[in-house]
């Protein structure tokens, strides 16, 4: 069995059926990647950048196409080894190696369905029999009681675990990001409400979202002092208390403090987060199946941190392929704690996924499909069109936010 062709669908529809979440983003897009072949199997697999960044997608799969073209899939590592070197001016970190992630996935999807085997047992088999999640909850709706009926829908979808973001979010007032010693405040009194409303037996993390803010980022004083203040309330983790380009703060973050200081998501390829790992500048890394460079990218950065004793907990904010990604590769390394899952998601998941993910009691358990388990239709491309300008890019002087 032969490729034959490798081609982009771009897609764009609701973000969320999350009523707390769909008042900051409306709709999303996202990238597919599929592998024909000279038989009626396609592999499929998605990179995040299509939720960033999709017109950037397609040139990059096509500079590609050529290096698959009459290949098969009896040795993918070779195969993404040629294409990560073919671009090695421009592919070792970043956009490159984010849609490589994708064109990679599809080749492991497509190796699941030859060998009728899900992808889990072809990156090594599955460690654990389940494992929890949590609700990705975005920003801190406020006032606090719409925080705690935000809380309280989370629980009721079945999670006993939950993340919001730092700062807070109203439909009325829209963002507010507390700065200097006004932060530590701010986070300390948001943790104490979550903590007295949600109880003691829930996972609560919180997010700073400093890795990939456009504006102004905490400093390493700022993000020590929010992390004391969230201390008494025994929080899971610890989210991008900075910015990426800050390796050696990240490093010192977590010799400061017992809360778990965790990040990764906007890291690529093992060359970027060696810089990381070799620091211990992550209690828990959160790699994304969908960017880090490619499956077994990801299951490298896995062992990497393992080997110096941290965890991992996916990073899942693609569409349903990104989610599927992460969950196999999740399953397939020893060392992960929590999978990160949009809660109430709409089609550009649900119909992608047509019921391989499966949550129950607040725990995930390992697909059992062949391939990733995900799906892309005629019926799924017309529903879905694609929005040019659709992509979620960052505010900044110039540059509107997309709804």
Same mark, same amino acid.
């Given at each position: ?54 017109? $950037? #997608?397609?040139?990059?799969? +096509? ?6 073209? &009459?290949? /098969?899939?009896?040795?993918?590592? *070779? %195969? ?36 009728n085997k899900p992808v889990h047992e072809l990156l090594g088999g599955s460690k654990h029999d389940s494992l929890p999640a949590y609700a990705t909850g975005g920003p801190s709706n406020y006032p606090l009681d719409r925080l705690a009926e935000k ?49 003691? $037996? #829930?996972?609560?993390?919180? +997010? ?6 456009? &504006?102004? /980022?905490?400093?390493?004083?700022? *993000? %020590? ?97 990104s989610l599927m990604q992460n969950v196999h590769c999740g399953f397939a390394a020893a060392n992960t704690c929590i999978l990160e899952v949009a809660p109430d998601y709409a089609g550009l998941h649900a119909d992608i996924m047509d019921g391989s ?47």
């Open positions: 069995m032969k490729i034959t062709d490798v081609r982009v669908t771009l897609l764009t529809g609701p973000c969320t059926n999350d009523r707390f979440l769909r008042e900051a983003r409306k709709r999303r897009s996202a990238a597919f990647i599929e592998v024909l072949t000279d038989s009626p199997l396609t592999g499929i697999g998605e990179t995040y950048a299509g939720y960033f960044f999709p017109e $950037g #997608v397609p040139p990059i799969v +096509d500079f590609f196409r050529p290096i698959l073209i &009459g290949q /098969t899939t009896d040795d993918i590592p *070779a %195969l993404w080894s040629r294409m990560y070197q073919c671009g090695n001016f421009w592919c070792r970190v970043g956009l490159g190696a984010a849609v490589l992630t994708g064109i990679e996935a599809a080749l492991w999807d497509l190796k699941g369905k030859i060998e809380i309280d829908y989370y629980l009721s979808l079945g999670f006993d675990g939950f993340k919001i973001g730092v700062g807070s979010f109203s439909a009325e007032a829209g963002w507010y990001m507390p700065m200097g010693a006004e932060a530590a405040d701010f986070e300390g009194a948001k943790l104490d409400f979550v903590r007295r409303h949600a109880g003691s $037996g #829930v996972r609560v993390m919180l +997010d700073g979202h400093m890795g990939n803010s456009p &504006g102004a /980022t905490w400093s390493l004083d700022t *993000a %020590l002092a929010v992390a004391h203040a969230i201390e008494p309330y025994d929080p899971f983790f610890f989210e991008e208390p900075l910015h990426y380009t800050d390796p050696w703060g990240y490093e010192e973050l977590c010799r400061a403090t017992p809360v778990p200081i965790a990040g990764g998501e906007c890291l690529t390829a093992m060359y970027e987060w060696r810089v990381f790992a070799e620091r211990d500048a992550f209690d828990i890394g959160q790699p994304d199946a969908s960017v880090t460079g490619g499956l077994g990218e990801f299951m490298n950065v896995a062992r990497m941190l393992e080997s110096r004793g941290r965890r991992i907990a996916t990073h899942a904010w693609g569409a349903g392929g993910f499966v949550m129950r009691g607040g725990r995930v358990l390992p697909p059992d499909r062949p391939g990733l388990g995900i799906l892309l239709t005629d019926e799924i491309r017309a529903k879905y069109p694609f929005v040019p300008g659709s992509g979620e890019f960052n505010s900044v002087p110039g540059k509107i936010l997309t709804d």
